[in-house]
T-cell receptor, first 110, second 116 residues
Framework: DAKTTQPTSMDCAEGRAANLPCNHS???????VYWYRQIHSQGPQYIIH???NNETNEMASLIITEDRKSSTLILPHATLRDTAVYYC???????????FGAGTRLTVKP | GAVVSQHPSWVICKSGTSVKIECRSL??????MFWYRQFPKQSLMLMAT?????????EQGVEKDKFLINHASLTLSTLTVTSAHPEDSSFYIC????????????FGPGTRLTVT
């Protein structure tokens, strides 16, 4: 699987949009971009995934660049409960072998 | 949505004893289950992958005789830490996937093991 690069940490004001970047310059054509988050002392939670089109669900939006070498996870209105470590992972669909990088520690501040 | 449970949520044991952690898929059948370990302030590290009815596949550097994995049914996998030592103290997380789950891997809440 391709490697990803994420900033170590980010802060965001409560109620504002949180934009979390991820670089995956070596992504292959059949690899998807997945985002998970882990709130302290809990198991990871699935957020969203995409191949090349932008995706949106009730939790977040995923913007993937046209060359697919980077993506951004957007939490439109961050709340204090969104404070967590966010992991960007690229993998082939139906390959359940998932490798976690260091992730981005997002802190939402009042 | 698919739910994965783990039991116990936390356990304290003495050095030299063995501890069993259960991972259950509550509302779906999991053909594949994964075990991860997470040390404080670090990311999740995959320990092993298990398919129902077959032997687990361990990641490099993970001792299969120390971390015994059993995936006897489509809804249950167990991880037994044998002869536990303080350095085995960690957060153990399982996840489960169906053969057709594709994009989603469902994670359990984790088990915190402390070896004294």
């Amino acid at each position: 699987d391709a490697k990803t690069t994420q900033p170590t940490s980010m802060d965001c004001a409560e109620g504002r949009a949180a934009n979390l970047p991820c670089n995956h310059s070596t992504i292959s054509g059949n690899e998807y971009v997945y985002w998970y988050r882990q709130i302290h002392s809990q198991g990871p939670q699935y957020i969203i995934h995409g191949l090349k089109n932008n995706e949106t669900n009730e939790m977040a939006s995923l913007i993937i660049t046209e060359d697919r070498k980077s993506s951004t996870l957007i939490l439109p209105h961050a709340t204090l409960r969104d404070t967590a470590v966010y992991y960007c992972i690229v993998r082939v669909l139906n390959n359940n072998d998932m490798r976690f990088g260091a992730g981005t520690r997002l802190t939402v501040k009042p | 949505g698919a739910v994965v449970s783990q039991h116990p949520s936390w356990v304290i044991c003495k050095s030299g004893t063995s501890v069993k952690i259960e991972c259950r898929s509550l509302d779906f059948q999991a053909t594949t289950m994964f075990w991860y370990r997470q040390f404080p302030k670090q990311s999740l590290m995959l320990m092993a992958t298990s398919n129902e009815g077959s032997k687990a596949t361990y990641e490099q550097g993970v001792e299969k005789d120390k971390f015994l994995i059993n995936h006897a049914s489509l809804t249950l996998s167990t991880l037994t830490v044998t002869s536990a030592h303080p350095e085995d103290s960690s957060f153990y997380i399982c996840s489960a996937a169906t053969g057709t789950s594709g994009y989603e891997q469902y994670f359990g809440p984790g088990t915190r093991l402390t070896v004294t």
